[in-house]
């Protein structure tokens, strides 16, 4: 069974700082890149940053970058975002993704359950 699971959600005041993370489990974790992304109220669902499976390569929503951080640790199946500067408009629910490597070329997409983040006064 494929699962990941979400973390570290909540209430921040604006400019705060949080750190989510991201449990893996029922699959390969190291031939995953993994992925966040957060969906505001009535807003679609965007991506915020990636990181490549090693961990060598990291991008971030132009947004986000030189505030938020994302990290693996692929002994324990963890993924993680630091945000700080956080802003009230970044109140979303945010959610883990992986990009599984299937065979030679091809890839499977899963997702967590998603945690919300609230940045308010």
């Known amino acids: 069974q494929v699962q990941l699971v979400e973390s570290g959600g909540g209430l921040v005041q604006p400019g705060g700082s949080l750190r989510l993370s991201c449990a893996a489990s029922?699959?390969?974790?190291?031939?995953?890149?993994m992925n966040w992304y957060r969906q505001a109220p009535g807003k679609e669902r965007e991506l915020v940053t990636s990181?490549?499976?090693?961990?060598?390569?990291?991008s971030y929503a132009d947004s986000i970058k030189g505030r938020f951080t994302i990290s693996r640790d692929n002994a324990k199946n963890m993924v993680y975002l630091q945000m700080s500067s956080l802003k009230p408009e970044e109140t979303a629910v945010y959610y883990c993704?992986?990009?599984?490597?299937?065979?030679?070329?091809?890839?499977?997409?899963?997702w967590g359950q998603g945690t919300q983040v609230t940045v308010s006064s």
């Open positions: 990181i490549t499976e090693t961990g060598g390569t990291t």
């Open positions: 993704n992986a990009r599984v490597r299937v065979g030679i070329a091809g890839f499977r997409f899963h």
């Open positions: 029922g699959f390969t974790f190291s031939s995953a890149a």
